[in-house]
Each structure stands twice: as C-alpha cells, then as structure tokens.
C-alpha cells in the first residue's frame, strides 16, 4: 500500500536483505547509517525503523496537515507582491477568514474522505478498540491545529493594520467603516497614552501593546485624522518610501542581533 504521496509501505519493501546486513560489517554508528541510508534512502530508512503506534500517528499527522501545506505552498509561490497580501487581508477581513477553504477542506479529509480514512487504519463498520484509538486521535489532531489555525488567522487579520484593510476594499461603505473603526481605535490610543503616568495598569498594557509604539502605525493614523478619517484619504493610501521601510528594517535586525 502507497501513501497518499507515493511512498511505499516499508513492509513491502523491496530492498534486500544483503545490503542491510553489509551495513553490520561498519566500523562506527555513523558509517552503519550512511551505508543503511544508502541501501535504503533516508526517508524510507526512517519508514522502517518506525514502531507501529508511531507509524500510525505519522499517518494520522499527514492527512490532518495536508490541507495546511498547500495553503502555505499557495501563498508563498503565489503570493509575492505586497497587493497580493493586501488584496488578500481585504477578501478575509470582517471575519470572512473563517470561510477559508483550507479550514473546512481539513474537516473533510480527515473525517469524510474514505480513501484517507483508510490509509490512517480507520474503516467503515470497524469499533475495535483499537480502530477506535485510531479514530479518537485523528478527531483530537484535527481539532487541536485547526483551532490553532482559526487563532493564527484571526489575530492576524483582526487586529490593526490588517483590521483596516477594507480601506483598500472598492464597496464604498466597508472603506468607510474602515475608517470609522480606525478613528474609534485611535481615539482609544490616545487615551490609554494619557493615562500611563497616572494609572500602573495603563501602563502594563501600553508596554504590552507593541504596536501602538509603532512608528508606520502612528504615521497612518495620524494621515487619516488630518483628512477626518476620510477613507479616501491620499497620504494614508500611499505606500512608505524606502528611507522609512529600510528605518523600520533596521529595528528588527538589531533586534534580532542582540537576542542571539
């Protein structure tokens, strides 16, 4: 039997037994798996020397993650330009990412498809305790990484800047509730900045809130509150010169060098 992905079942493989035992005749643990692993691939080399419970998780964590891979495959062949992401964050905001496909697509093949259930050991009409295991498990993988999953995409796109990509959207009213919601958080802002020398939690949230010390943030807000929040607004749509880019580039390197 093949996996999903063409892989052959290592208790069907066809590799001799010779060049396994040739392996026997290395000197030291590293020359024995460089001869296995070229008697047998390394991947394969791994397929085998699996017991059978953790074959079976592998399984299990193949099918689950599929859908997941080829989300992130999409968007980093696909997806190259900064209007890509954009035109992206505008078609998954106001909640719309819980509509991504990838999200019901891995409900599917993990609890639906006959051909992957099978491959992961579970079968139609079979209440073994074993099968049943198998089934228990699948469910709880699936459920543990698409919750991840839902939590990774709705902070991204749920909070600012991501929150006001439907500035960018060409329906008139989601650009202008947009703007309202970005002039309601503003205003919020600023005020937890007055109260940060006179209240100790302020200030905790304040040195929690990273953004809101952002200087591309603040520059944006501060466009859009000249303007009067107008979602139209010309200086808050145009994209960063290169001087403020490479400014912000800077940070994160020498933010990156001090921790290592």
Known sequence: MKSPSGVDDPDQSSTAFDDLRGASAARTPQAQ???????????????????????????????????????????????????DNLQYAVQRSEGAWASEPHLSAMIKLTLYDPKQLQFMGINYGDFTPHA??????????????????????????????ESYANLASSNPARRQAAANRMKSDWRCLLLLEQRVAQVPAAEHLWKDLILARNKPFRMLNLFYERDKYNPDSALGQETPDNNIVEDIHKIISDSSTSRT
């Open 132 to 161: 049943q295991m198998l089934a228990h498990r699948a469910l709880d993988v699936m459920w543990h990484l698409l919750g991840h999953r839902a939590w990774s995409m709705a902070t991204r796109l749920s909070i600012p800047p």
């Open 33 to 83: 798996l460089s001869l296995l692993k070229s008697a047998t691939g390394g991947l394969r080399l791994c397929y085998m020397l699996m017991f059978g419970m953790l074959l079976e998780m592998v399984k299990i964590m193949y099918v689950v993650s599929q859908e997941c891979w080829t989300w992130y495959t999409h968007h980093v062949k696909k997806m190259k330009r900064p209007m």
